[in-house]
């Protein structure tokens, strides 16, 4: 929205490319993500929804024998720099996956992990930042008498708001969701598009997700991918209602995908 | 149609059940050949007694020499068994790459392939020798020398159990320690060795049945001394080789041979104790994690 000027950009992508060995999986991708909004990432399977994501957390430095090249800017600091800790990047830029997954630990002992690998030691702070984060996530009042029973015995919407809540633990400023509906059902599904319209006010959210109704509902930005090209991006009730690229356009009416 | 269903149902029924069939049968032959011993001496005495002269006038079936010796035996091959075991696992599992896995998983299987007699010689022949001239002792065959064969005879079942254990942990566990993040050995202590800690103690425990179990190996390198041992360095006599040793010269149906069978008896019994108590503990570990409900 060239008229509206409270837009900052949070997360900035330079012309990049990504490879897994020789095979090239992002071709030059620049995208502004700005800051308190919501960002929807689309398109087929397949197409580098995931990879481009899990550039953002560094998430793709577990993958031997890939290679990136171009920038990517977090607040006007290439996280690909060898300067970076990406330690610190990742508690900066928080993640949640596909499959809900808790570690099988108490519901208390997730919530606390994120802290406890900081080496936080005060027992009242971790609780002060369990108890706020799961009130956050909208998970408090359904847990709060069973903080010590095992997270896995939640249902799988439960699970996946947990997987949220933990991550809010240690105070991100990006929260990137890898389709945390996938598994769920409609009623999760729901309280989880909820919740991020609840935390984009705190948060700069990226979701990636292949159900495009979700896209519409929950983000302000969309940008639609394509074989490892982005294709389009733009606010997402231009992007929805008048694409511009034909292909954007083919894959919004379901001619392939 | 109906009658070949039977049969086939029927088949299976009595080949399943015949584990049964022989596990109650040992049981019984172990109580019958082996009660007999405890209205000799008591049960007390037996277990607790500190001499055991079988064929002395009058013998005396005092079995704590060889309990001790078994103990001490076993815990020091533990010793040995679980560091590196468990160490084998964690390096296959969390540092080497493909190619070193491909070459290092067989070859701790493979010495998990060979007999015990093997391991038997081998300790006599080369590590006893060796033991005593660098401890300076009378004879290397000994408790630790037994120790130290058996721990390297359990490394491959600790190590692959182990290993097995920690390869079925779910790869989004790592993930998202990561991705809250973790380092690699933080995710490892926290989070990996917990999420398959049923498994390493499922490891252990087998590693541990091994030992108890062995026979073979310890007949020949720790030395036959029914006493109790004052150190790792004294010759011992633990109860499988005992049993091993002494069966052929004992008169079936004399007292010695009764005590023989008590023996097997109460190593049966002690297996059956730790075979409880990590079932026990594992089930509580799994619930407590939520593993299974
Ligand atoms: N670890 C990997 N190693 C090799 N190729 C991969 C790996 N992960 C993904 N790819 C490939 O990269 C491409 C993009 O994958 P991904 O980003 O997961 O797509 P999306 O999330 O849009 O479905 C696909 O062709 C996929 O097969
Ligand atoms: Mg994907």
Redesign the pocket.
């Known amino acids: 929205m060239d008229n509206n000027l409270k837009e900052t950009v949070r997360v900035k992508a330079d012309n990049i490319n990504f490879f897994?060995?020789s095979?090239k999986?992002?071709n030059g991708i620049n995208m502004d993500i700005y800051a308190n909004k919501v960002t929807a990432?689309i398109?087929?399977?397949?197409?580098?929804?995931?990879?481009?994501?899990?550039l953002i957390n560094r998430m793709?430095d577990l993958?031997t024998s890939?290679r990136v090249e171009g920038q990517l800017l977090l607040d006007n600091k290439n996280i690909f720099d060898k300067d970076v800790d990406v330690v610190e990047l990742r508690r900066k830029v928080g993640m949640v996956f596909q499959k809900p997954n808790p570690f099988p630990k108490s519901i208390y002992e997730n919530m606390a992990y994120g802290l406890e690998i900081k080496g936080v030691k005060d027992k009242k702070f971790t609780d002060e930042k369990v108890f706020e984060s799961l009130k956050k996530a909208a998970l408090w009042d359904e847990i709060k008498d069973r903080l010590n029973d095992s997270a896995l015995r939640l249902s799988g919407g439960q699970q996946q708001r947990l997987c949220i809540a933990r991550c809010l633990v240690v105070e991100p400023e990006v929260i990137l969701f890898?389709?945390p509906c996938a598994s769920l059902d409609p009623i999760s599904t729901r309280k989880i598009e909820e919740l991020i319209i609840e935390l984009k006010q705190f948060y700069t959210i990226i979701i990636?997700t292949?159900n495009m109704q979700q896209a519409a509902r929950v983000s302000d930005y969309t940008a639609f991918?394509y074989l490892?090209d982005l294709i389009e991006f733009g606010p997402t009730e231009k992007l929805f209602t008048v694409p511009k690229d034909k292909r954007t356009e083919e894959y919004l009416t379901g001619k392939f995908g | 149609m109906k009658i070949s269903e039977k049969i086939y149902k029927n088949t299976f029924m009595v080949v399943a059940f015949s584990s049964l069939v022989f596990l109650t049968g040992i049981v019984l032959v172990l109580f019958i050949e082996g009660l007999p011993a405890f209205s000799v001496t008591g049960v007390l005495s037996f277990i607790f007694g500190k001499s055991w002269y079988p064929t002395s006038t009058p013998p005396e079936f005092g079995i704590m020499p060889l309990i001790s010796a078994s103990f001490v035996v076993s815990v020091g091959a533990m010793l040995f068994a679980i560091p590196i075991g468990i160490g084998s696992a964690l390096y296959i599992h969390e540092i080497a790459g493909e190619k070193q896995k491909m070459f290092l998983k067989p070859i701790i299987e493979l010495l998990g392939a060979i007999p015990s007699i093997i391991f038997g010689f081998f300790g006599m022949v080369i590590v006893a020798p060796l033991v005593q001239k660098l401890f300076n002792l009378s004879t290397g065959q000994c408790a630790f020398t037994g120790a130290l064969i058996l721990g390297v005879m359990a490394i491959p079942v600790v190590c692959s159990i182990a290993e097995d254990a920690l390869s079925v942990v779910p790869r989004s566990f790592r993930e998202a320690s990561f991705a809250l993040g973790a380092n690699r050995w933080q995710t490892l202590w926290k989070v990996i060795i917990p999420a398959a800690g049923s498994g390493i103690s499922t490891a252990i425990v087998l590693g541990i049945s091994r030992v108890m179990g062995e026979t073979m190996t310890v007949l020949l390198v720790t030395g036959g001394a029914a006493q109790i041992p004052n150190s790792i360095f004294s010759p011992v006599r633990p109860m499988t080789s005992t049993i091993a040793a002494e069966m052929g010269e004992a008169a079936v149906g004399g007292t010695h041979f009764h005590a023989l069978f008590a023996i097997g008896l109460v190593l049966f019994v002690i297996t059956l104790i730790l075979n409880m108590i990590a079932e026990y503990i594992g089930r509580k570990y799994r619930l407590k994690l939520g593993l299974d409900v």
């Open positions: 897994y060995g095979k999986a992002l990432l398109g087929p399977s397949g197409c580098g929804k995931s990879t481009f994501l899990r793709n993958v890939s890898d389709e990636v292949h991918m490892g």
